[in-house]
């Protein structure tokens, strides 16, 4: 039996497929839990193949998780929660933490024991490993892992069909790391209605890879030179996520606001102009964009923050250091004082805007007056939100051979002195808000009975007392109080200027 794939032109011979099966532990996944293996589950009872997804890393790694279940839907293979009942097991990697290679091959260890448990009970499963170790070790991970049967980079996922069948072909392994000239988004089906459906916010990525090559990155090596997509076919994305009931959209790119997307007019659209077009879109109310760079904040993008109320006053943008010195060691292309004043331009243009960014301690070469320099910039800024990292070694990096690497106590104590700083500021800020009233957009049931969850436009999780209509809808809320991680508030009925 031969299928043709929508949206695609590969052609799948089904019969050598794992035989279809019927899953009745079919369930759909929340959004709170995007990380657990897919967002849409067919119906109970219809006939399907078990695909188990675990993903790892960032929300781009979600969002790409999300297409492979797409693209292998036409195939019969619909999500299941445990690996056990899956006849297809796709681990999603991430290579930005540390010793991220030897992770992948200690997980692969634990699925191996299960595909060799459902081989015993005549159930083949195929193991793909995909994502940016797949990409970074390609061959290595065949080598120390034989049972693997697929592996492929994040820019191929839309032949993933056709490796299945390539695989169960040749009945060995198939390998897919290249970075194919034509863009994955052009050749994947659409997002399904229902992967969004009852989502009240959504991830889209929007571009992809980074041509910055930061010293101690292994982004350029592992997702290619940077790319865009088409506006159009963002547009489109955009608008069958409203329509599905999603009211807020994260876009998202390892240089997002880098976007150069090819407009309907022909001319290259910046991500400014793509939030203008976005926020006209029916339902639509809100838009943030995630991973920025401080270079490509242009003025455009920052009178949009001006100008546009559908995008949130909420911006991560990583400085990493504010050493000049390590700034430019990492070859990051701005000093801390250009990252000041563009703070001061965003919130002149946007006064409520609440920043957050990343950083790293350690990076090869940083002093005491280094460390320092970062801890004053954290001081002028003021951060509602941050994560930090001790630098640690990715092979192949510029700063990898680096001289001066910095020993792990000094790297210890660092980050421990910073993170102290940044909860301060988080708290404060945080502290800052209650009193406010402010827009929420409501995502869902919070965990007590009669209590909904929702987001503030800063990103902070909002508890009230409401009814579940308030699903999918932003309404005032005055905010009573902060816990650790959220807040409380009660409903008012108009939004009283903050
Ligand atoms: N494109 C974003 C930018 O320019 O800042 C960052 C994307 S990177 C995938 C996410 C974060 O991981 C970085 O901002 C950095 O703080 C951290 N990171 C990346 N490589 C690292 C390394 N070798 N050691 C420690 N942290 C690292
Ligand atoms: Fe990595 Fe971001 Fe630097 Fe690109 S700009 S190399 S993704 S840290």
């Not at 799948?12 to 657990?36: K, M």
């Not at 994260?250 to 007019?265: C, M």
Request: hydrophobic share 40%.
């Amino acid at each position: 039996m031969v299928r043709r794939l929508a949206g695609t032109s590969a052609t799948v011979t089904t019969d050598l497929l794992p035989p279809l099966t019927h899953n009745a532990d079919a369930r759909t996944y929340g959004s709170e839990s995007p990380q657990a293996g897919g967002a849409e589950i067919g119906p109970a009872h219809a006939p399907t193949r078990g695909l188990h997804m675990i993903t790892w890393g960032c929300q781009m790694n979600v969002y790409d998780s999300a297409r492979m279940t797409d693209v292998l839907r036409p195939l019969g293979y619909a999500p299941v929660e445990s690996a056990s009942d899956a006849d297809m097991i796709i681990l999603n990697t991430c290579h930005i933490r540390d010793r991220a290679a030897e992770k992948v091959f200690s997980e692969l260890g634990r699925l191996r024991l299960i595909k060799e448990e459902r081989k015993a009970d005549g159930r083949p499963t195929v193991l793909a490993v995909a994502g940016c170790v797949a990409q970074a070790e390609g061959e290595q991970i065949l080598k120390r892992a034989p049972y693997v049967d697929i592996v492929l980079g994040p820019q191929t996922y839309h032949r993933l069909p056709e490796m299945v069948a390539r695989a169960a072909r040749a009945g060995g392994s198939v390998i897919d790391t290249d970075f194919p000239a034509e863009q994955k988004f052009d050749f994947l089906p659409e997002v399904a209605a229902p992967q969004t459906q009852g989502n009240v916010t959504a991830f889209l990525t929007v571009q992809e890879g980074c041509d910055k090559f930061c010293s101690f990155c292994v982004v350029p090596y592992t997702r290619g030179a940077e790319a865009s997509r088409a506006v159009a076919s963002v547009l489109a994305e955009a608008r069958r996520m409203a329509e599905s009931g999603v009211r807020e959209i994260t876009l998202l790119g390892q240089n997002v606001n880098a976007y150069h997307g090819e407009g309907p007019d022909g001319r290259i659209w910046g991500l400014a102009r793509l939030a203008e077009a976005l926020s006209s879109i029916p339902g639509l109310a809100r838009i943030r964009y995630t991973t920025s760079h401080p270079r490509d904040m242009g003025d455009d993008l920052i009178a949009a923050h001006r100008d546009l109320p559908a995008l949130m006053p909420f911006l991560h943008l990583p400085v990493q250091s504010g050493s000049d010195t390590i700034l430019k060691a990492m070859n990051r292309g701005h000093t801390a004082d250009e990252y000041r004043s563009l703070v001061e331009k965003l919130r002149t243009a946007r006064p409520d805007i609440a920043l957050s960014s990343d950083f790293i301690v350690g990076h090869p070469g940083e002093t005491d007056e280094d460390f320092e320099a970062t801890m004053a910039l954290i001081r002028d800024v003021g951060f509602a939100q941050a994560y930090s990292f001790k630098y640690s070694i990715r092979p192949g990096t510029p700063a990898a051979g680096a001289p001066r690497q910095i020993a792990e106590a000094v790297k210890d104590d660092r980050l421990q002195a910073l993170q102290a700083l940044l909860r301060e500021q988080q708290d404060a800020f945080n502290a800052s808000v209650v009193g406010l009233t402010a827009p929420v957009l409501f995502t869902g049931r919070g965990r007590k009975p009669g209590q909904m969850v929702g987001r503030s436009p800063w990103l902070q999780p909002v508890h009230v007392d409401g009814p579940d209509t308030l699903i999918g809808v932003e309404r005032p809320v005055r905010l009573d109080a902060r816990f650790s991680n959220s807040l409380a508030g009660t409903l008012v009925k108009e939004c009283a200027p903050t």
